[in-house]
T-cell receptor, first 113, second 112 residues
Framework: KAGVTQTPRYLIKTRGQQVTLSCSPI?????VSWYQQTPGQGLQFLFE???????NKGNFPGRFSGRQFSNSRSEMNVSTLELGDSALYLC????????????FGSGTQLSVL | AQSVTQLDSQVPVFEEAPVELRCNYS??????LFWYVQYPNQGLQLLLK??????LVKGINGFEAEFNKSQTSFHLRKPSVHISDTAEYFC??????????FGKGTRLHILP
């Protein structure tokens, strides 16, 4: 069974641009969560999608958005990039939630110049 | 809302010595608790989890953790560490059907 796949692996953008990150969950997993990881801050929860609906949301500005497609693949979009958005963005999938373990991808390393 | 505090950002320990990584949580309802490990340049993987039942939970790679409700703690322990345990460890908490919140992580440095 293939794991969680995130593309691209690395991304370099400049301030003001927008970016779209992609995540393909493990086959059969309906929940996809996104996290931002920065040194010293650990993992901060962005949002979770379940069956194409946003089920949970973290405390990030509206520049951060996401969506989930009928095949459970998910995309995350960041508009008007800021230097502080430089981070490792991790996607994780699980079958339904409620105490199940998360399966993480290797992440997309975003650098904003 | 729930939150997680990992009390140590870095823990150095000699190889074959025991280690304890500390985690405290806050939540107004019953929680699920997790420890994840992140090796360099990789995503996170689950070490162990507590949902209910026995308060002592055993995980992979010889790690175990004890749920202490009165102290709202879920400390991770290993009796003898190896160089391969060098990684960052994250404690996490969630309520039923709620998001999983992670702590800021503890870097475990194994000294030869």
């Amino acid at each position: 069974k293939a794991g969680v796949t995130q593309t691209p692996r690395y991304l370099i953008k400049t301030r003001g641009q927008q970016v779209t990150l992609s995540c393909s969950p493990i086959s059969g997993h309906r929940s996809v969560s996104w996290y931002q990881q920065t040194p010293g801050q650990g993992l901060q929860f962005l949002f979770e999608y379940f069956s194409e609906t946003q089920r949970n949301k973290g405390n990030f500005p509206g520049r951060f958005s996401g969506r989930q497609f009928s095949n459970s693949r998910s995309e995350m979009n960041v508009s008007t990039l800021e230097l502080g958005d430089s981070a490792l963005y991790l996607c994780a999938s699980q079958t339904t939630g409620s105490g199940e373990k998360l399966f993480f991808g290797s992440g997309t390393q975003l650098s904003v110049l | 809302a729930q939150s997680v505090t990992q009390l140590d950002s870095q823990v150095p320990v000699f190889e074959e010595a025991p280690v304890e990584l500390r985690c405290n949580y806050s939540s107004s309802v019953s929680v699920y608790l997790f420890w994840y490990v992140q090796y360099p340049n990789q995503g996170l993987q689950l070490l162990l989890k507590y949902l209910s039942g026995s308060t002592l939970v055993k995980g992979i790679n010889g790690f175990e953790a004890e749920f202490n409700k009165s102290q709202t703690s879920f400390h991770l322990r290993k009796p003898s560490v190896h160089i391969s345990d060098t990684a960052e460890y994250f404690c996490a908490v969630s309520n039923r059907d709620d998001k999983i919140i992670f702590g800021k992580g503890t870097r475990l440095h194994i000294l030869p």
